[in-house]
């Protein structure tokens, strides 16, 4: 991961021949506005699954992007992250939800609560399954945990600025194995309803 953001890079990648960075970052940040409403409204009882996985990528990016809620079906390289191959994501997001849906099942102590949150945030980014904003769609999945153990949204970080790059850096030091400044930072900015 670096500190700058990924711009779409031509006209052709988007469905509106959008070449000016401002308008499509406009209509970016209006879908996920979209998802994140989507998400706030829903029924806190609801069981994570893919294919709610595949409707907030979906509403987030659809205004813009052919590939929006669809699956990543090429080889990506992020940053120091280097994440499965497009075969291996479906199985992967199966475990990754089995295992999700569990431990919000089975929560004791608060402790379980930031551990949850970094687990859903943190997996989600590393499988990588869309061709772009999987780190929008990993907050917006990580928020929908946060209203599910009775917690506001977590902002993370903003898009300019320092907190930005402490959000980049405890991210990178978790593809290295140490998740402790990103169990920081959500522990930091959780907060109950």
């Avoid at 052919?66 to 390289?77: F, I």
């Amino acid at each position: 991961m670096d500190h700058k953001t990924s711009w779409t890079p031509s006209p052709d990648d988007n469905l509106k021949g959008l070449t000016d960075k401002n308008a499509i970052n406009e209509i970016e940040a209006r879908g996920i506005a979209a998802a994140e409403l989507f998400i706030l409204q829903m029924d806190t009882d609801i069981v994570i699954s893919t294919s709610l996985i595949l409707e907030v990528h979906k509403i987030g990016f659809s205004e813009l992007y052919e590939w929006a809620g669809k699956w990543r079906t090429t080889e990506v390289l992020v940053g120091q992250l280097n994440p499965p191959a497009p075969p291996q994501i479906l199985q992967l997001l199966y475990q990754f939800i089995d295992n999700l849906n569990y431990k919000l099942d089975t929560f004791i102590a608060a402790d379980d609560h930031v551990d949850n949150l970094v687990y859903a945030h943190y997996e989600f980014i590393r499988i990588h399954p869309f061709n772009n904003g999987n780190g929008r769609t990993g907050r917006l999945l990580m928020n929908l945990v946060a209203l599910k153990l009775g917690y506001q949204p977590l902002q993370l970080y903003h898009r300019e600025g320092e907190s930005r790059r402490v959000y980049i850096d405890a991210m990178k030091s978790a593809d290295k194995g140490d998740f402790e400044p990103l169990r920081n930072l959500i522990a930091k900015e959780l907060l109950p309803f």
